[in-house]
């Protein structure tokens, strides 16, 4: 059973900077894994904000950036702010199935 | 505008068969490349996906729970049904329904979800 990997939690400063990552228990992520970013707050839907690694949707802060980092997709907020408070999920693509990572609750103080 | 709404029971027995509609509008299932998909998640949980299905009814399930999960949508209707058999309490979540604009860019729109409790 495949599984994907996230930081369990996170704390960043205002306007501070910090990356997300996501692992792949199959190996080095590569862009043939289509990551995808989404953002959880509580109560609400995810939201998605980044797809095939570094693509932003047109409603993403363009403080949130994707890329490849050390074998593992990456999630990289810059100047954050305390509305980016929440859960964050990534999403790697298996030829057809998809697998959601754990979740890393960011927390902003 | 693409919107997406659950319906079902909010309330099964163990054993029993749960069945979802996704109700859509904005999209069409006929279009090429389009999807809709099953995500759910359960209190205090990480997203699980569950099925997706395509505009040319290529489905694609879950591994770990292929063998209760089936898949359909009606066209005509701008719905997608999901059917889970044999419920049990560990499958209680809130359960959505997503776009997909294709296979890689899958649940870039959300239903607000629907919580189901599975309990006798």
């Known amino acids: 059973q495949t599984v994907v990997t996230q930081e369990p939690s996170l704390t960043v400063s205002p306007g501070g900077t910090v990356t997300l990552t996501c692992a792949s228990s199959t190996g080095a992520v590569t862009s043939g894994y289509y990551p995808n970013w989404f953002q959880q707050k509580p109560g609400q839907a995810p939201r998605a904000l980044i797809y095939s690694t570094s693509n932003k949707h047109s409603w993403t802060p363009a403080r949130f950036s994707g890329s490849l980092l050390g074998g593992k997709a990456a999630l990289t907020l810059s100047g954050v702010q305390p509305e980016d408070e929440a859960e964050y999920y990534c999403?790697?693509?298996?030829?057809?199935?998809?697998?959601f990572g754990g979740g890393t609750k960011l927390t902003v103080l | 505008q693409i919107t997406l709404k659950e319906s079902g029971p909010t309330l099964v027995k163990p054993t029993q068969t749960l069945t979802l509609t996704c109700t859509f509008s904005?999209?069409?299932?006929?279009?090429?490349?389009?999807?809709v998909g099953w995500i759910r998640q359960p209190p205090g949980k990480a997203l699980e996906w569950l099925a997706l299905i395509y505009w040319n009814d290529d489905k694609r399930y879950s591994p770990s729970l292929k063998s209760r999960l089936t898949i359909t949508k009606d066209t005509s209707k701008n719905q997608v049904v999901l059917t889970m058999t044999n419920m049990d309490p560990v499958d209680t979540a809130t359960y959505y329904c997503?776009?997909?604009?294709?296979?890689?860019?899958?649940?870039?729109?959300w239903g607000q979800g629907t919580l189901v409790t599975v309990s006798s």
């Open positions: 999403l790697l693509y298996y030829g057809g199935a998809v697998v």
């Open positions: 904005g999209f069409s299932l006929s279009t090429s490349g389009v999807g």
């Open positions: 997503a776009h997909s604009q294709s296979g890689y860019v899958p649940f870039d729109y």
